[in-house]
């Protein structure tokens, strides 16, 4: 049987830092509720959960790389909502978000769980913002928590 590392779903004891965008606020904002809600059920303190809101989902990428240089979180989860529109920007800021948040990740080693919905429209983002589709921030929050326990070997 082969060795299996994984990581526990304990929150305790770590720090968390949320990166929201604010553009989007209907959505994004419902995406933090999830995150937070996910990170104080699996036993964070209040304490260790900070909230950054940034204006968009294009600037999320700086802010996150600014709090992981600082060594001051365990992980950061990125929350926002990029809703396709008539023009082509969406492609744009959506491919550029998601590129970032990973860059940013494997450039500090700190974990950013990605939590930035793209979407076709607005129905498409409200059934993952806690509709029938769940809530991508709360998904998130799980995610950090577990590459948090993964990365220090709990």
């Given at each position: ?28 904002q ?30 999320i990428?700086l ?80 995610a ?11």
């Open positions: 049987m082969p060795k299996i590392f994984e990581g526990k779903l304990l929150a305790k004891g770590f720090r968390f830092a949320i990166v929201v965008s604010r553009f989007n606020d209907f959505i994004s419902r995406l933090l509720e999830g995150a937070v809600d996910a990170l104080l059920r699996h036993e964070a303190s209040e304490e260790d959960i900070s909230v950054y809101k940034v204006p968009g989902a294009f600037e990428p802010m996150a790389k600014k709090l992981a240089k600082t060594k001051n979180f365990d992980a950061i989860i990125a929350v926002g909502a990029v809703i396709r529109g008539s023009t082509p920007h969406f492609e744009y800021v959506a491919s550029e978000v998601a590129k970032g948040i990973a860059l940013v990740s494997l450039e500090t080693e700190v974990p950013v769980s990605f939590g930035v919905l793209t979407t076709d429209n607005l129905e498409q983002a409200i059934e993952r913002a806690g509709s029938k589709a769940g809530n991508k921030g709360a998904e998130a929050a799980m950090a928590i577990e590459m948090v326990n993964l990365l220090k070997g709990s």
